[in-house]
């Protein structure tokens, strides 16, 4: 199992930037996609963006596409999510996840989440 550790969390104005990281260590990366989950007070972890370790494709949310990217660094073996433009509705938990795509149908390794808190 990947260890993950997320930070980067805060508070933020409606209209700003925050930059999020997810440091992985345990195993190599190379066959993993890697992924941000969210979570606000009262709903449903939802899916906002993955990124294939090898090869760099990535997908997102509708939510998340034109505002947010992710990326990662190999030699740092860390995954960043960058938002831009938040709003008040990003309020939540950010959750990194990794999952192996030969063994894995589903993301089974989880960070502890980091509280992200934008104002109006």
């Known amino acids: 199992q990947v260890q993950l550790v997320e930070s980067g969390g805060g508070l933020v104005q409606a209209g700003g930037s925050l930059r999020l990281s997810c440091a992985a260590s345990g195993r190599t990366l190379s066959s993993y996609s890697m992924g941000w989950f969210r979570q606000a007070p009262g709903k449903e972890r939802e899916f906002v963006a993955r990124?294939?370790?090898?090869?760099?494709?990535?997908f997102y949310a509708d939510s998340a596409k034109d505002r947010f990217t992710i990326s990662r660094d190999s030699a740092k073996n860390t995954v960043y999510l960058q938002m831009n433009s938040l709003k008040p509705e990003d309020t939540a938990v950010y959750y990194c996840?990794?999952?192996?795509?030969?063994?894995?149908?589903?993301?089974?390794?989880w960070g502890q989440g980091t509280q992200v808190t934008v104002s109006s």
């Open positions: 996840a990794a999952r192996d795509i030969w063994s894995s149908a589903v993301f089974g390794s």
């Open positions: 990124i294939m370790w090898t090869g760099g494709n990535t």
